[in-house]
């Protein structure tokens, strides 16, 4: 599969420099546009990322290219010397090479290797993040969907076929490829949120008591299982809060490039419930916390961070200003007055 992008440029070229973290932004996007043109072309690369991580001592190619490009040119005679994949296995590497391209279009930094990619027998496909961390993929249909931490995405085998339908526990970001014939649909546990194209964001924790969608382009009808014939039609920068206590749908303007943020690595509190925050902060970082006094829980705090802070800074700014303190032990806090 030594295809010629222009020149003696090949494809295997721009894999390499992708893979060894030297290629530029022209590069990047004729490497995008190759992957978009088959599943073949998809399924290449995802061997070629496979080969690429068992050679030993991966660190050291970064620091020396020559010896890097060696090692590569080996690994591509290995797989073209490789007979047809089985299907499974085949998919399993459309799967992966699905997640890589999410990493070229968004450039978040990421582990993708923690991540749980699950084939069930009912013919789902399942993509699970752990806490502490976060993805990016690229759908069959071309819509893109930034997964939180603690979140699961699942869809269909024939997901784009027919319909457009995934299943969302968590929170995601979605950006939808226009198909005015066939409306992507996401799914929670009580809620439904019906697009053609568009740019949203959901979050469906289920321990949550509320579920929140924020619209920021196009328009959604967001339908809930509890007045399953009322439909809410949500313009750009509404959010839209649904209480699972009370069953009650609330609408309300923001800024809703701000429930965006996180796909950019900013952790963000605008005059959020402490019981939220907690929450949100243990998924970011993957610890569990402890609130000694309950009346805290209801106060509400501001806050703009970034996740390259570590939480002890945040916790520490957080502290500064309020009558209350913490103590960490391994990956547990306790927080207290």
């Excluded at 967001?222 to 399953?228: D, G, I, R, S």
Aim: glycine content about 6%; proline content about 2%; aromatic content about 10%.
């Amino acid at each position: 599969m030594n295809i010629i992008i222009q020149n003696n440029e090949t494809i295997d070229d721009l894999i390499f420099r992708y893979l060894s973290h030297l290629i530029t932004g022209k590069e990047k996007k004729k490497l995008q546009a190759w992957l978009s043109q088959s599943e073949e072309n998809r399924s290449y690369f995802a061997r070629m990322q496979e080969h690429w991580h068992k050679v030993e001592k991966k660190d050291d190619l970064f620091f020396n290219s020559k010896v890097a490009y060696e090692r590569f040119c080996k690994q591509k005679a290995s797989v073209s010397q490789e007979k047809k994949d089985d299907r499974h296995t085949l998919f399993a590497s459309y799967r992966w090479a699905a997640m890589v391209l999410g990493l070229i279009l968004g450039g978040i930094s990421m582990y993708v290797a923690n991540n749980q990619i699950i084939r069930n027998n009912t013919n789902q496909y399942a993509i699970s993040v752990p806490y502490g961390s976060k993805t990016q993929l690229l759908l069959p249909d071309g819509s893109k969907v930034w997964l939180n931490a603690g979140s699961t995405l699942k869809y269909a085998q024939n997901f784009g076929t027919k319909t457009r339908r995934v299943k969302l526990s968590g929170e995601a970001y979605f950006e939808i490829a226009k198909n005015a014939g066939k409306p992507f649909i996401v799914l929670t546990n009580e809620a439904s949120v019906k697009v053609i194209g568009t740019k949203f964001d959901v979050k469906a924790y289920p321990e949550d008591q509320r579920l929140d969608v924020t619209l920021l382009r196009g328009s959604v009808q967001l339908n809930t299982n509890y007045q399953p014939d009322k439909s809410y039609i949500m313009k750009p920068n509404q959010h839209a809060i649904i209480d699972k206590v009370d069953r009650k749908v609330r609408m309300e303007a923001t800024d809703a490039s701000r429930s965006a943020a996180w796909t950019e690595g900013k952790i963000l509190f605008d005059e959020d419930q402490f019981g939220q925050i907690v929450r949100r902060l243990e998924r970011e970082y993957n610890v569990e916390i402890e609130v000694k006094d309950s009346k805290l829980m209801n106060q509400r705090f501001y806050g703009d961070f970034s996740k390259a802070q570590s939480i002890q800074e945040i916790l520490g700014i957080m502290t500064s200003n309020n009558e209350f303190s913490y103590t960490m032990k391994g990956n547990h806090i306790c927080i207290f007055y």
